[in-house]
């Protein structure tokens, strides 16, 4: 049974698959959806309770991949878009989960501020808590747990900032917050920054680690035409690279990653075969996802 490549429930937008393999399951979340308990009713915009759903009415998508868990391993704030991990099993999810407690998993943002920054890269080191008496905000304080992002100014235009943000700790709301305090707040974000009819300009756009089964580097990016365009600046000011491993571009679709490296061309006068090459990462391809046959019944 074909496998579609996007995620998609009765009457929502088609969410794209961006990397599959035996244990987990990769999207490209749309700003809006939010990761809370299934128990929080409050909500019709609950990802996780709309994944469940969809899993158990058998819709098309989760079916054909023959899904009976899928649960997220880490978060991404409600106004973020971006790479989103899913775990396809509850060992998979508990020895991944750690691998980002424990700091194994590179992971590569883009945010845009209306305020240029002092410097052209920088670390925050600035330790975070939740405010005491504003829930759901979070300050600097210097008892609060340790956050480390790396920051680099990576194009400027029209008063716009394109900024790359690589976290090595995940607290809430960290890239938000050090921004803030740098004097650089995120266009949009209404919380850290000033009131805006514009949505947060924040991305995830990659995430790389070594695969805790196979031994194999993963590499998953999340396209950012779009985001740079609306946000005004070109679509080849930025591509998203990762520091741990070696990118080889691949297909998205399908439960495991095949080496689609087209074999060399043996060199000329010869007539010896010359092997394939192999491809040392497992990508992911971001281009658009193909329809589906409609869900059998609603998910969220």
Not at 59 to 85: E, P, Q
Not at 111 to 118: D, L, N, Q, R, Y
Not at 281 to 290: D, M, V
Request: proline letters at 10%; one cysteine or more; aromatic letters at 8%.
């Amino acid at each position: 049974m074909a496998k579609p490549n996007c995620i998609e429930f009765f009457r929502e937008e088609p969410i794209p698959i961006l990397y599959e393999d035996r244990s987990v399951l990769a999207i490209d979340k749309p700003a809006g959806w939010m990761l809370v308990p299934l128990s929080w009713r409050d909500t019709t915009r609950n990802l996780q309770a709309a994944i469940v759903s969809s899993i158990s009415a058998g819709d098309y998508w989760a079916r054909s991949r023959n899904l009976k868990f899928l649960k997220y391993i880490h978060r991404l704030d409600a106004d973020t878009s971006g790479v989103l991990l899913f775990a396809k099993s509850e060992g998979a999810l508990k020895t991944i989960a750690d691998m980002f407690e424990s700091r194994k998993m590179e992971k590569v943002y883009l945010a845009v501020t209306g305020v240029p920054p002092k410097e052209n890269a920088w670390q925050c080191q600035l330790h975070l808590a939740p405010a005491p008496k504003d829930y759901g905000r979070v300050i600097v304080d210097e008892k609060g747990k340790d956050a480390v992002t790396d920051f680099r100014v990576v194009a400027s235009a029209s008063g716009r900032h394109l900024i790359e943000a690589r976290p090595h700790t995940g607290r809430q709301h960290q890239i938000r917050v050090h921004l803030a305090s740098a004097g650089c707040p995120i266009l949009g974000d209404e919380l850290y920054g000033r009131a805006s009819k514009s949505p947060m300009a924040l991305r995830a756009v990659g995430l790389a680690y070594p695969d805790p089964f196979t031994h194999r580097a993963v590499a998953i990016r999340a396209p950012v035409e779009n985001f740079l365009i609306k946000n005004g600046f070109p679509v080849a000011s930025y591509k998203v690279e990762f520091q741990s491993v070696v990118a080889t571009p691949r297909p998205a679709t399908g439960s495991t990653a095949k080496n689609l490296t087209p074999p060399a061309r043996p060199p000329a006068g010869s007539t010896a075969p010359v092997p394939p090459r192999r491809a040392p990462t497992r990508e992911t391809n971001t281009a658009a996802p193909t329809p589906a046959p409609p869900p059998r019944t609603g998910g969220a």
